[in-house]
T-cell receptor
Framework: GENVEQHPSTLSVQEGDSAVIKCTYS??????FPWYKQELGKRPQLIIDIRSNVGEKKDQRIAVTLNKTAKHFSLHITETQPEDSAVYFCAASRPGDYKLSFGAGTTVTVRA | DAGVIQSPRHEVTEMGQEVTLRCKPI?????LFWYRQTMMRGLELLIY????????DSGMPEDRFSAKMPNASFSTLKIQPSEPRDSAVYFC?????????FGPGTRLLVL
């Protein structure tokens, strides 16, 4: 099955700086890559997703890039704010397979 | 627009008791997922349904766990008998195509 690895496991950034989280996947057939944000004690919330026919997608301060050749995708958060502090999960799925394979998560702390 | 609804939100029970977790997916969604989250094991998929039919239950830990989806608007996850190692947050997620939306979770503590 699909194996998703996520790095780093923890990330501390100064408010206003950028944060980058990288994930690699094993199955070249995977074509859907969502990112979830989970605040302490809350549910994972979908914040952005990308499909394999697109190389980059942006939504305000967050962006995701996909490199199909290298089988990796990354989340970029610019101008970080304290409310960006959370655990971020990447995931991947294959065509026709509704299962998501999740990375282990990255705990992001934004220092004021 | 109502999101995924789960009940109860918190459950404390004693070892050996039966626990039933409930989920109401988003109307119009055709897939439903049950996950378990712990610090040690992260987010684990237990089972998922598509059009009310169980598709993959390979993540169900053992026979003590069972899940049903009798109709498009309701699913249950049952643990019988419960054990302390079942303590976790159980999330239900509702999906349309690949996109999944999580419910608020049920925090289960088995004493």
């Amino acid at each position: 099955g699909e194996n998703v690895e996520q790095h780093p496991s923890t990330l501390s950034v100064q408010e206003g700086d950028s944060a980058v989280i990288k994930c690699t996947y094993s199955d070249s057939a995977s074509n859907y890559f969502p990112w979830y944000k989970q605040e302490l004690g809350k549910r994972p919330q979908l914040i952005i997703d990308i499909r394999s026919n697109v190389g980059e997608k942006k939504d305000q301060r967050i962006a995701v890039t996909l490199n199909k050749t290298a089988k990796h995708f990354s989340l970029h958060i610019t101008e970080t704010q304290p409310e960006d502090s959370a655990v971020y999960f990447c995931a991947a799925s294959r065509p026709g397979d509704y299962k998501l394979s999740f990375g282990a998560g990255t705990t992001v702390t934004v220092r004021a | 627009d109502a999101g995924v609804i789960q009940s109860p939100r918190h459950e404390v029970t004693e070892m050996g008791q039966e626990v039933t977790l409930r989920c109401k997916p988003i109307s119009g969604h055709n897939s439903l997922f049950w996950y378990r989250q712990t610090m040690m094991r992260g987010l684990e998929l237990l089972i998922y349904f598509n059009n009310n039919v169980p598709i993959d239950d390979s993540g169900m830990p053992e026979d003590r766990f069972s899940a049903k989806m009798p109709n498009a608007s309701f699913s249950t996850l049952k643990i019988q008998p419960s054990e302390p190692r079942d303590s976790a947050v159980y999330f239900c997620a509702s999906g349309l195509g690949e996109t999944q939306y999580f419910g608020p979770g049920t925090r289960l503590l088995v004493l």
